[in-house]
Each structure stands twice: as structure tokens, then as C-alpha cells.
């Protein structure tokens, strides 16, 4: 962990803030661990926090870090979405997705799906056939970014984001790598494109290194830590693996390493996200973000009535949605 690296000295550098203006840590929660889809281990990172601190985002999981023994990867059935956007980060190992619409593809090391549920998709993912063979590596990261009102009966959509399509910059020092999926970091833009404005960082901190980001002042701000040790905020406040800081206002974020990292967790790698608050209602109940109770039972009896898709027969060749699926010739 993890699959994209670079050499600090060859990246753009972002400029440390003005030190005033740094964001106070206003809590530190540990997510408490559980089992989503067929049984693949997770860790629930906003369990515990308010919506109020959140806003845009729903709810992240932190899939593994696990190592499958020959047979044991698992991934999710087929399940339907509404009214919100998964955002699903594979930081090490192999994941594949299909949905009713004929789309989906591969995503492994480094590599970024973006999937706009929208009005309503039904959707799978699970580790390749020869994975769950061979076994080995899986770790990544799951994310819900809630969609406007406006915007939860948008057509679906995919972004594919290939991890050496993210920007790689570096802190002012050298000590901190950083990896911008989506949103603006010191003048330089990740290649994510959102409805609502965000910031999706992955940074890797070097042991007894600090880094200091400028941001949005009208941005949330949240870090969630993947693994190692370390301090969060000019107060340095003590963080570890599996722990998650939201900060209050200001703009910029202070993150550093601990001197000494555990033995298999050389770095402090932390996932650095925000956004612009949506500032609506919220009712979210299972796989569907809507605004009202009465849009959450529309969502369950249109699923149920099957308007949002219906399973395909046999596993379509990959393709995006409003593309007309790729076709392969019989073998001889």
C-alpha cells in the first residue's frame, strides 16, 4: 500500500498556508468494523458523526486491508441505487462492476470508479473469477457524495478514473505525496468531475513529516486515516488507523506523521475529503439519498415495480451508459 508512488522531488509543490488560519480539530471518531455484501470485511469511517459535519457526504467504508486466502474474495449481489454517487477508491487489489444499464468495467491499483446513480441503476460488484481463486490483496474505499435535488433524477453516468490520471503533487518539504482524484489543491485540479464541488485527496506522510493544505474555506473538512499514526490539526491531536477528524472552519488542514510508524505500515496514509454543503433535507434509508420520506417509499416501489432496471440474463460486455454494449465474435 498503496499502488500509485512518485519521487516527492520531481512533483509541483503546494505552498504552505498562512499558519493563522489552520483548522481547528473539532472531534476524532474510530469506525467500528463490520461485514458489507457477501460477508468482505469494512470499516464504517462516519460512524457516530453528524450529517451537519458530513455535508455532502453520506457514508465511507474502508474495504480490508485483507488478505484472501484461495476462495474466500467476496464482493456485493446485485443491489439498486438512487438519488446520490458512489465513489469507489481501490488502493490495492482487483474489483469488477456491472449494472442493468450494460455499463461497468475493472478498477485495480490506483484506479477510481465514479458512478452517478442518479434516477436509479441497479448494480454488482464483486472480485474477478481469478482472484477468488488465486486469492490476495484487497484494500479500498468506498464513498457516498450525495446529489442536489436537482440533480437525484440525473440520467446515470460513470467516470473511470485511471490511477495514473490522478495529479501528483507534493507538499512544500518534500515529505508528504499527494494524490488529487477530484476537486483543486493549490491551484492544480484532480481529474474527478462532481455535481457538487469537492475536494478528494489521498496523501501519504512521510514519518515525522507535517503537511500543511491550503482549503476551501467553503468546504467541510474531514480525514480519515488508512493506516499508520500520527497527529491531526496545529494542536497535533492523536490519530491512528481507522480514525476520522473533522475539522472546523478555517482554510487549511494540518495533517503529520508520527516519528515512529508500526512495522507494516511504513507511512502515515491518510484520505483528506470535503465539499461545499448541500444544505437540504436528508432521508436516507438503505441503498437510496433522498430529500423526503415520501421520494424514500417512491424509491423502494419503483425498484420493487422494476423502473430502476432489471438484472441482466448473463454478463453483458462492458460498456457506459447511453453507449450501445460492445459485442465480441463467437470462437469458431
Known amino acids: 500500500m498503496p499502488a500509485i508512488t512518485a519521487d516527492t522531488l ?9 499558519p493563522a488560519r489552520r483548522r481547528p480539530v473539532r472531534s476524532v471518531t474510530t469506525a467500528p468494523s ?24 453520506i457514508h465511507m467504508d474502508q474495504m480490508g486491508e485483507v488478505e484472501y486466502a484461495p476462495g474466500e474474495p467476496k464482493g456485493t449481489p446485485w443491489h439498486p441505487h438512487r438519488g446520490f454517487e458512489t465513489v469507489t ?46 486469492g490476495g490483496l484487497f484494500h479500498g474505499v468506498q464513498l457516498w457524495v450525495n446529489l442536489p435535488r436537482a440533480n437525484k433524477f440525473n440520467p446515470p453516468r460513470y467516470q473511470d478514473i485511471r490511477g495514473k490520471d490522478a495529479t501528483l503533487l507534493s507538499s512544500a518539504d518534500g515529505g508528504a505525496l499527494l494524490r488529487v482524484i477530484a476537486g483543486e489543491v493549490g491551484g492544480h485540479h484532480g481529474p474527478g468531475v462532481t455535481f457538487t464541488p469537492i475536494t478528494l485527496v489521498h496523501a501519504t506522510v512521510s514519518p515525522g513529516a507535517r503537511l500543511d493544505l491550503p482549503w476551501s474555506p ?70 437510496f439519498v433522498m430529500n423526503t420520506r415520501e421520494e424514500l417509499v417512491q424509491a423502494f416501489e419503483d425498484y420493487q415495480a422494476g423502473r430502476l432496471g432489471v438484472i441482466p440474463a448473463e454478463n453483458l460486455p462492458h460498456s457506459h451508459p447511453g453507449e450501445a454494449p460492445q459485442t465480441t465474435a463467437e470462437p469458431a
Do not use: C
Open 218 to 287: 467553503e468546504f467541510n473538512a474531514l480525514a480519515y486515516v488508512l493506516a499508520g499514526q500520527g497527529t491531526v490539526g496545529n494542536e497535533a491531536r492523536p490519530v491512528h488507523k481507522g480514525q476520522l477528524a473533522v475539522f472546523g472552519p478555517g482554510d487549511a488542514v494540518t495533517v503529520a506523521g508520527a516519528a515512529r510508524q508500526p512495522l507494516a505500515e511504513p507511512n502515515l496514509e491518510v484520505l483528506l475529503l470535503g465539499g461545499r454543503p448541500i444544505r437540504e433535507p436528508v432521508a436516507h434509508h438503505g441503498p
Open 10 to 18: 520531481t512533483l509541483p509543490r503546494v505552498p504552505t498556508p498562512e
Open 34 to 57: 463490520g461485514f458489507e455484501g457477501e460477508g468482505f470485511p469494512v470499516r464504517r469511517a462516519f460512524a457516530g458523526v453528524s450529517l451537519r459535519d458530513l455535508d455532502p457526504f
Open 89 to 134: 477508491y481501490m488502493i490495492d487489489g482487483i474489483f469488477e462492476h456491472q449494472d442493468s444499464t450494460g455499463g461497468g468495467g475493472v478498477i485495480t491499483n490506483g484506479d477510481t470508479q465514479w458512478m452517478t446513480a442518479g434516477g436509479g441503476i441497479l448494480h454488482i460488484e464483486k472480485p474477478p473469477e481469478a482472484l477468488v481463486v488465486s
